[in-house]
């Protein structure tokens, strides 16, 4: 054990300042937050006077509950298709054998290689053609076809560190696919479907620019887009903005925590040969 401490103190001495990096943007929004408006950028870092104004502010600015609303219900669905889509063609491309697998796999992964700015106009024009265009539903429509390739590229890896002998056991038993699936990989796919739900949760919670292209409503709109609406064009608001953004952060990190473990073992799954 005493062999272990050297390493484990040069470990913590090299991630520490990589650790204080990474915190500082969040610890001085928040610190921002509390903070009176013509103390920002003169003021010392942490500030005399602490104020909760900035969050009543944001609150009631922008609407803050309407399109916080807007966010979790967006990204809630957005995630729940993703992960239907994602688990069930993930199952089908690493178990099940059927003609052109390997070509079709090939072809959705090559949409992973187009940048959505340059998809942009013509998912625009699309959706106006299907009557979509400013509507919460056509925005799903974008976000689960867009994100569903790479979440099934991460579910078929997962599946493939399954056993084939699980699967033949469950056949012979007489289960049906949709039973085995459903009862016996799914289970055992958690870490997995961990790491989608935090991914897609992240990028879909922050996402701007396709909402702030589709949506015209401003109602419909997600908290993101209405956030950026704070910074004005010869002044912002920075304490609203700072509490704002602060406000956004808290579903991710809850996200986060609860998931924490299993998403670290999603990570790790693989990554040690049996």
Known sequence: MSGRWPGKAFATFVLLPFCVLMAFPFAWMLLTSLREQNTIFNGPVIPRKFTGTAYKDAWTSIEFP???????????????GVLIFATLSGYAFAKLDFPFRNTLFVLLLTTL???????????YLELKSFGLLDSQAGLLVLYISGSAPFAMFLMRAFFQTLPDELIEA????????LTIFRRVILPLARPGIATVVIFQFLSTWNEFLIANTVLRNTDSLPLQ???????????????????GLTLSVVPVVIVYVRMQRQFVAGMMLGAVKN
Do not use: K
């Not at 290689?113 to 998912?123: K, Q």
């Not at 010869?234 to 700072?242: C, E, G, K, M, V």
């Open 170 to 177: 469950a056949r012979v038993d007489g289960g049906s696919e």
């Open 225 to 243: 887009p209405v956030l950026f609406t704070l910074m004005g064009q010869y002044s912002t608001n920075w304490p609203a903005l700072t509490a």
């Open 113 to 123: 290689m187009m940048p959505s700015t340059a998809l942009i106009i013509p998912l």
């Open 66 to 80: 309407l399109h916080f609303w807007n966010s979790v219900w967006i990204t809630s669905v957005t995630v729940i």
